[in-house]
Every structure is written in structure tokens, then in C-alpha cells.
């Protein structure tokens, strides 16, 4: 690993000791739609508004909301996709925002993506092998063979599906596969945005079980987004609860979930059907009311 | 035949049982060549009553309720008995003229996706009253416009007059699944199938079209069959339950009963990994073993025998139904044993059918 933070690319607000993973400084993204008028411009699309909060190394960090709260545009900008139209980002210490696309490889290299649809982010026309290797020869790695074959044990697949194709795999398989690609360059930050949205049940705990298993045995750094707050709840330690561009309420998983403080946190877990509230008697009509303590 | 209930009629096809039986599905196979994708599926819907199916991808629940629609897809053959109440003929091998008079209004459905299932080039005003006139419940187009915005308005579309001039893309996601409830519910349909309504919808809005739906059905007295692979929103939509797995109904009967004591290994396995408060000293969850086999592609014998742990060389004949209620029963060698009263919470984490994450994505 390459990166010697110096002292002109720390970020202005660390701190001594540990560097923490990920650092977002008031963060904004606006949008612009096309124009719909010859006379004047669309108004602008604030997607995010003002956006901080810092993840330690070592922290399974969630972040929940519902379409259109801006968590992937959130994700974009951490994975260095995309630029906030103001404040800053530092991985690992090191601010990203100015960065030109060559310069951004540490972060390439520091942080890798899972996504939610396994089937649309792997190539349907690259063997699996070829697949989970592919940042390693972007990276220029040698003995890439070997390392592939110990990435997909690390996610408990064969060493034989490294000749197979993504649509021979099931969806869990799949998502194991986008696991062991996202590997590969031994990121210390993993950015995972809703992983096991698109999975069976059975399939879905044994994926949750894989990513904490990695997390614990690697050391990572988890960033996990999902509208699914029971989920959240399982793998992290502590979440972020996005509406409307903004970041509403955050704390420890157990805080936020036992005794949420704003009033759309409420909601949204009211909003939550379980198997224990339904058994209990709480009925459709009783998840859309809303919450009132 | 598995899941036959003890009112099954003698003569098979012919009459219905009790006249409130709104749906009677008999021996329902589906097939593509020779490979069965649901086998043996026999249930009974009443007036009013919400009954869930629920199943993993590939299970054959989607199948079942595209048979009773008689909207199958091509080269896949229904055999067996699907009666109606209200309609003179078996709706298995009905031509579509037949089928197209059944359907929007005896029956109607609400899918996954409302983009699809709305037509993008003509305002949703139109698509509901469009339901109205095909099947002449309103005798003219001023009428059916009004009837229109009735149902936007009861769907809880905000300025319904306003919205029934609207495009669909207009809308967002929750806004167009009120829209294709609107019209699925327009002609008080006896029969309402939702296949999946709820998955592609951000949770508040989740809440608000469930609620829809309950009550939609609740006011007109109309059978619903529920299809989802989410076992919350079953136990919260429905009173009655269906497991399904490998085409076929493996257990059957009272949500309560069903989640708070599964006798099938499958549905046991199924509580156990959906349930995200339940951890091991390692805080992993509990997971089944293995992975759902491609359609067709299942043991014979019992379906769930190469991910049960339970499982020995009897399972590898077909296990027969055993019934437990009018409507409900399981089919399973070796049941998980009559209930010790215990939260629910618990049930699903005990037994033998379980295994770690380390072995589970392999072969």
C-alpha cells in the first residue's frame, strides 16, 4: 500500500493518532434537470445537502433511507465517482475532492464497491476468473492466478468457478463472486450498497454471515447502505438515517433503533413489517399509521 | 394427491364444495416438456379470506398464480382443476375469449412492477376507465371517467381529478402501484392476486400500499391470494399461509400457526434465516444450507431432502400430505417435533437443519 498521507493532503479536521476511514465535511451535490423552459433554467436538484460524519477504522458504519435520499449519490462521491459541488472527503486521511482521476488510484486501491444486483455488475461474457481478477490487472499485480483461487475460497466457492461464467451461479453465488472481486486489491474499506437486497431468505443470511466473517478476519472497514433498517441493525455498529438530501439522525444501531429521536427515524422503523409484530397483532393499517409515542 | 383438504369433492373437476369457496385450485400441475415445474398444488380460497403463498425464486409460486390468470407463459402446459365461483368452465384450458372475459373482472392482479403492467402512452384516467367500459360495468365514458377518479381518490392518490390526467411516469413508484390497484380493484373482483406487490417499494410506502390493498379487498369482500418471498408481510397481510418450494405446497395453514410452530424442516429453516435477531455466540446468523436448485432441477422424492439435515433415505420417496386442519398440513418424514410452547423468536433457531456460513455456498 502506497500512500503516505503528507501533510498538505490531510484533511483539515483530523485529529492526531489513528486516521479515521472516511471523512465527509459538509457535503453538497446539486443536480441540474434539463430545462423544461425556453424563458428559464430548471431549478437545481439539492441531492445532497449538507452532509458530515466521520467513520473510524474498524467501524461497520450503515447508512438508511429510501430512494430519492440521496445515499447512492453519497456513495458515488466516497467511491470517488463523482464530485460534491462543495466541502470535502478524506480517505484514510486524504482528501479525494481535487483529485484528478490518476491521482484517485490510492482510493482504488483503499476502497472497493459491492453492489446490489449481482447479475448486472458482473460482465455476462468474462469467465468468473477473469472477473474477480480484473482489478488486479488494472493494478498491475503479478501471481494473479493464486489470488484468485484464495479469493474465492475466502467466499466459499470452488476453485472450478474460476472457469465458469456469472449466469451459471446462483444470485447468492453471484454476490459472493462481486465480494471476491471487490477483494482483490486487499481494500481496507468495503462500500456495500444494499448487498443482499435482491437475495432469497435462505441466501441472504448466509451472505450477511460472509461479509461480517471478512470483516472481522480482515479488519475492514464496512460502509453498508440499505433501505432495510432490520438489516442494518444485524451488521452494523453504528447508522446514519438520510431524508431529503440530509443526514436526519445518527448514533449506535441499538440507540437509533430502541429510542429513534426524529420523527422520520420513527417512522421509517414503525413502517418496518416484522414477523413479531405481525404475530402480535399489528396489522397493514397499523404500519402505515404514523408513529406516535 | 398432497394437499387435497378432507371437503375435497369426490368427483374431482366437477362441482365446487362450500358455496363460499371463491377459488378451487385441484391437482394443478405445471409443465414445460416433460419436467414438471409445479406439481400437485389443491387449495380453496373463501369470500374474505387473505391466504399468502410463500416460496423462494424458483419455488413455482409465480406459476401458480399465472395459471389461475390462465396468463402462462408459452410452451408451459397447466393440467388439473381451477374453478371460479361465478364462472361456468374450468379456467385450466379456457381459450382466451373465454379467459379475457374472467379476467378485470372475476379476477385481477396487482404485479411487481407498475411501469409494466401500465400502459406508457395513455393517461391512467383512461386505463381504469378503459377496465369499466371493455366489461360494460358502466354503461358509457362520462361515467367511467367519474368511476375513475372515484378509485384514484380511494386509492389515496392526492387531487385525484388532476392525477387520472396524468402519465404514468408522472408518478412515482408507490403512486403507480395505487394505480394498478385502482384498476385491479375497479369491477369488485371476486379473486385478487398480488404477485410481489410491495418488493420494489421503499418501506413507508410499503406500509401504505399493503394497507391499501388489506382494505381494498377488506370493503368488497373479495378472496385475496398473496404472493411474496417475504414472510413479515405475509404474517402481517394475510391469515393464511402457504409454504412452497420445489412446485410444490410443503406446508399449509393459520399464519399464527405456521410461523409460531412450523412443522415442515423447510419452513423451520426459512423463519430461522429471515429472523435477524436470532445469532449463534458468533453473532452469525441462522442460514439453510446450500442453495435453491435451478427450476426443475429438484430431488425427487421430498423436494428440500439435499439442504435438510434431517434428511435420510425415506425422504427420497415422496413424502405424503399430513393433514392437521381443514386447511392446513404439511408433507415432511420427519416433522419438527409436536410444539413445546416457546416465543417465536426462538423456533426458527433450534433444530438440526441449520448449518454455519462456512459450508453453505459450496456446491
Given at each position: 500500500?502506497?500512500?503516505?498521507?503528507?501533510?498538505?493532503?490531510?484533511?483539515?479536521?483530523?485529529?492526531?493518532?489513528?486516521?479515521?476511514?472516511?471523512?465527509?465535511?459538509?457535503?453538497?451535490?446539486?443536480?441540474?434537470?434539463?430545462?423544461?423552459?425556453?424563458?428559464?433554467?430548471?431549478?437545481?436538484?439539492?441531492?445532497?445537502?449538507?452532509?458530515?460524519?466521520?467513520?473510524?477504522?474498524?467501524?461497520?458504519?450503515?447508512?438508511?433511507?429510501?430512494?430519492?435520499?440521496?445515499?447512492?449519490?453519497?456513495?458515488?462521491?466516497?467511491?470517488?465517482?463523482?464530485?460534491?459541488?462543495?466541502?470535502?472527503?478524506?480517505?484514510?486521511?486524504?482528501?479525494?475532492?481535487?483529485?484528478?482521476?490518476?491521482?484517485?488510484?490510492?482510493?482504488?486501491?483503499?476502497?472497493?464497491?459491492?453492489?446490489?444486483?449481482?447479475?448486472?455488475?458482473?460482465?455476462?461474457?468474462?469467465?468468473?476468473?477473469?472477473?474477480?481478477?480484473?482489478?488486479?490487472?488494472?493494478?498491475?499485480h503479478r501471481n494473479r492466478r493464486e489470488r484468485v483461487a484464495e479469493l474465492l475460497e475466502a467466499v466459499g466457492l470452488q476453485a472450478d468457478a474460476a472457469d465458469r461464467y456469472p449466469h451459471q451461479f446462483s444470485?447468492?453465488?453471484?454476490?459472493?463472486?462481486?465480494?471476491?472481486?471487490?477483494?482483490?486489491?486487499?481494500?481496507?474499506?468495503?462500500?456495500?450498497?444494499?448487498?443482499?437486497?435482491?437475495?432469497?431468505?435462505?441466501?441472504?443470511?448466509?451472505?450477511?454471515?460472509?461479509?461480517a466473517d471478512l470483516v472481522d478476519e480482515l479488519s475492514l472497514t464496512l460502509v453498508f447502505v440499505s433501505h432495510d433498517l432490520s438489516v442494518v441493525r444485524h451488521v452494523c455498529d453504528r447508522v446514519a438515517v438520510?431524508?431529503?438530501?440530509?443526514?436526519?439522525?445518527?448514533?449506535?444501531?441499538?440507540?437509533?433503533?430502541?429510542?429513534?429521536?426524529?420523527?422520520?427515524?420513527?417512522?421509517?422503523?414503525?413502517?418496518?413489517?416484522?414477523?413479531?409484530?405481525?404475530?402480535?397483532?399489528?396489522?397493514?393499517?397499523?404500519?402505515?399509521?404514523?408513529?406516535?409515542? | 394427491?398432497?394437499?387435497?383438504?378432507?371437503?375435497?369433492?369426490?368427483?374431482?373437476?366437477?362441482?365446487?364444495?362450500?358455496?363460499?369457496?371463491?377459488?378451487?385450485?385441484?391437482?394443478?400441475?405445471?409443465?414445460?416438456?416433460?419436467?414438471?415445474?409445479?406439481?400437485?398444488?389443491?387449495?380453496?380460497?373463501?369470500?374474505?379470506?387473505?391466504?399468502?403463498?410463500?416460496?423462494?425464486?424458483?419455488?413455482?409460486?409465480?406459476?401458480?398464480?399465472?395459471?389461475?390468470?390462465?396468463?402462462?407463459?408459452?410452451?408451459?402446459?397447466?393440467?388439473?382443476?381451477?374453478?371460479?365461483?361465478?364462472?361456468?368452465?374450468?379456467?385450466?384450458?379456457?381459450?382466451?375469449?373465454?379467459?379475457?372475459?374472467?379476467?378485470?373482472?372475476?379476477?385481477?392482479?396487482?404485479?411487481?412492477?407498475?411501469?409494466?403492467?401500465?400502459?406508457?402512452?395513455?393517461?391512467?384516467?383512461?386505463?381504469?376507465?378503459?377496465?369499466?367500459?371493455?366489461?360494460?360495468?358502466?354503461?358509457?365514458?362520462?361515467?367511467?371517467?367519474?368511476?375513475?377518479?372515484?378509485?384514484?381518490?380511494?386509492?389515496?392518490?392526492?387531487?385525484?381529478?388532476?392525477?387520472?390526467?396524468?402519465?404514468?411516469?408522472?408518478?412515482?413508484?408507490?403512486?403507480?402501484?395505487?394505480?394498478?390497484?385502482?384498476?385491479?380493484?375497479?369491477?369488485?373482483?371476486?379473486?385478487?392476486?398480488?404477485?410481489?406487490?410491495?418488493?420494489?417499494?421503499?418501506?413507508?410506502?410499503?406500509?401504505?400500499?399493503?394497507?391499501?390493498?388489506?382494505?381494498?379487498?377488506?370493503?368488497?369482500?373479495?378472496?385475496?391470494?398473496?404472493?411474496?418471498?417475504?414472510?413479515?408481510?405475509?404474517?402481517?397481510?394475510?391469515?393464511?399461509?402457504?409454504?412452497?418450494?420445489?412446485?410444490?405446497?410443503?406446508?399449509?395453514?393459520?399464519?399464527?400457526?405456521?410461523?409460531?410452530?412450523?412443522?415442515?424442516?423447510?419452513?423451520?429453516?426459512?423463519?430461522?434465516?429471515?429472523?435477524?435477531?436470532?445469532?449463534?455466540?458468533?453473532?452469525?446468523?441462522?442460514?439453510?444450507?446450500?442453495?435453491?436448485?435451478?427450476?426443475?432441477?429438484?430431488?425427487?422424492?421430498?423436494?428440500?431432502?439435499?439442504?435438510?439435515?434431517?434428511?435420510?433415505?425415506?425422504?427420497?420417496?415422496?413424502?405424503?400430505?399430513?393433514?392437521?386442519?381443514?386447511?392446513?398440513?404439511?408433507?415432511?418424514?420427519?416433522?419438527?417435533?409436536?410444539?413445546?410452547?416457546?416465543?417465536?423468536?426462538?423456533?426458527?433457531?433450534?433444530?438440526?437443519?441449520?448449518?454455519?456460513?462456512?459450508?453453505?455456498?459450496?456446491?
Amino acid at each position: 500500500m502506497a500512500e503516505q498521507p503528507t501533510s498538505a493532503t490531510l484533511a483539515p479536521g483530523s485529529k492526531t493518532g489513528p486516521v479515521d476511514a472516511i471523512s465527509v465535511r459538509d457535503v453538497t451535490r446539486d443536480y441540474r434537470r434539463p430545462r423544461t423552459s425556453l424563458l428559464r433554467p430548471s431549478p437545481p436538484v439539492h441531492a445532497l445537502r449538507g452532509v458530515s460524519f466521520t467513520i473510524p477504522q474498524g467501524q461497520r458504519f450503515g447508512i438508511v433511507g429510501e430512494s430519492g435520499c440521496g445515499k447512492s449519490t453519497l456513495l458515488r462521491i466516497l467511491a470517488g465517482l463523482d464530485r460534491p459541488t462543495s466541502g470535502s472527503v478524506a480517505i484514510d486521511g486524504r482528501d479525494i475532492t481535487g483529485l484528478r482521476e490518476r491521482q484517485l488510484r490510492f482510493v482504488r486501491e483503499r476502497l472497493q464497491l459491492v453492489f446490489q444486483d449481482p447479475m448486472s455488475s458482473l460482465d455476462p461474457r468474462m469467465r468468473v476468473g477473469d472477473i474477480v481478477a480484473e482489478p488486479l490487472v488494472a493494478q498491475g499485480h503479478r501471481n494473479r492466478r493464486e489470488r484468485v483461487a484464495e479469493l474465492l475460497e475466502a467466499v466459499g466457492l470452488q476453485a472450478d468457478a474460476a472457469d465458469r461464467y456469472p449466469h451459471q451461479f446462483s444470485g447468492g453465488q453471484r454476490q459472493r463472486i462481486s465480494i471476491a472481486r471487490a477483494l482483490a486489491p486487499r481494500p481496507k474499506i468495503i462500500v456495500a450498497d444494499e448487498p443482499v437486497s435482491a437475495l432469497d431468505v435462505s441466501v441472504r443470511a448466509q451472505v450477511l454471515n460472509l461479509i461480517a466473517d471478512l470483516v472481522d478476519e480482515l479488519s475492514l472497514t464496512l460502509v453498508f447502505v440499505s433501505h432495510d433498517l432490520s438489516v442494518v441493525r444485524h451488521v452494523c455498529d453504528r447508522v446514519a438515517v438520510m431524508h431529503d438530501g440530509q443526514i436526519v439522525e445518527t448514533g449506535s444501531t441499538e440507540q437509533v433503533y430502541e429510542e429513534p429521536q426524529h420523527s422520520y427515524t420513527r417512522r421509517l422503523i414503525a413502517a418496518v413489517p416484522t414477523l413479531g409484530k405481525a404475530l402480535s397483532g399489528v396489522s397493514a393499517a397499523d404500519l402505515n399509521r404514523e408513529y406516535r409515542p | 394427491m398432497t394437499a387435497a383438504p378432507d371437503t375435497a369433492p369426490d368427483s374431482g373437476a366437477g362441482s365446487s364444495g362450500s358455496p363460499d369457496d371463491v377459488l378451487a385450485v385441484r391437482n394443478l400441475d405445471v409443465a414445460v416438456g416433460g419436467r414438471k415445474l409445479v406439481e400437485d398444488v389443491d387449495f380453496t380460497i373463501r369470500a374474505g379470506e387473505r391466504v399468502g403463498l410463500i416460496g423462494e425464486s424458483g419455488s413455482g409460486k409465480s406459476l401458480t398464480a399465472l395459471s389461475v390468470m390462465g396468463l402462462l407463459p408459452e410452451g408451459l402446459r397447466a393440467t388439473g382443476s381451477v374453478r371460479l365461483a361465478g364462472v361456468d368452465h374450468d379456467l385450466v384450458g379456457a381459450d382466451e375469449a373465454r379467459m379475457s372475459r374472467v379476467r378485470g373482472k372475476e379476477i385481477a392482479m396487482v404485479f411487481q412492477e407498475p411501469m409494466t403492467a401500465l400502459n406508457p402512452t395513455m393517461r391512467v384516467g383512461r386505463q381504469i376507465a378503459e377496465v369499466l367500459l371493455v366489461h360494460r360495468t358502466r354503461p358509457d365514458r362520462a361515467s367511467a371517467r367519474a368511476a375513475a377518479v372515484e378509485l384514484l381518490a380511494q386509492v389515496g392518490l392526492p387531487d385525484p381529478a388532476a392525477a387520472a390526467h396524468a402519465y404514468p411516469h408522472q408518478f412515482s413508484g408507490g403512486q403507480r402501484q395505487r394505480v394498478v390497484l385502482a384498476i385491479a380493484l375497479a369491477n369488485d373482483p371476486a379473486l385478487l392476486v398480488c404477485d410481489e406487490p410491495t418488493t420494489a417499494l421503499d418501506v413507508t410506502v410499503q406500509a401504505r400500499v399493503l394497507d391499501l390493498i388489506v382494505r381494498g379487498v377488506q370493503d368488497r369482500r373479495s378472496a385475496m391470494l398473496f404472493i411474496t418471498h417475504d414472510l413479515a408481510v405475509v404474517a402481517t397481510a394475510c391469515e393464511r399461509v402457504m409454504v412452497m418450494y420445489g412446485g410444490r405446497v410443503v406446508e399449509s395453514g393459520p399464519v399464527r400457526e405456521v410461523f409460531t410452530r412450523p412443522r415442515h424442516r423447510y419452513t423451520q429453516g426459512l423463519i430461522g434465516a429471515s429472523d435477524l435477531t436470532v445469532v449463534d455466540e458468533r453473532g452469525r446468523l441462522v442460514t439453510i444450507g446450500g442453495s435453491v436448485p435451478p427450476a426443475g432441477q429438484f430431488p425427487a422424492g421430498c423436494v428440500f431432502r439435499n439442504r435438510c439435515a434431517s434428511a435420510t433415505e425415506v425422504c427420497a420417496t415422496r413424502p405424503e400430505w399430513v393433514p392437521t386442519g381443514p386447511d392446513s398440513g404439511y408433507a415432511c418424514f420427519h416433522p419438527v417435533s409436536e410444539p413445546v410452547s416457546e416465543p417465536v423468536s426462538e423456533s426458527g433457531a433450534r433444530g438440526t437443519g441449520m448449518t454455519t456460513n462456512k459450508e453453505a455456498g459450496r456446491g
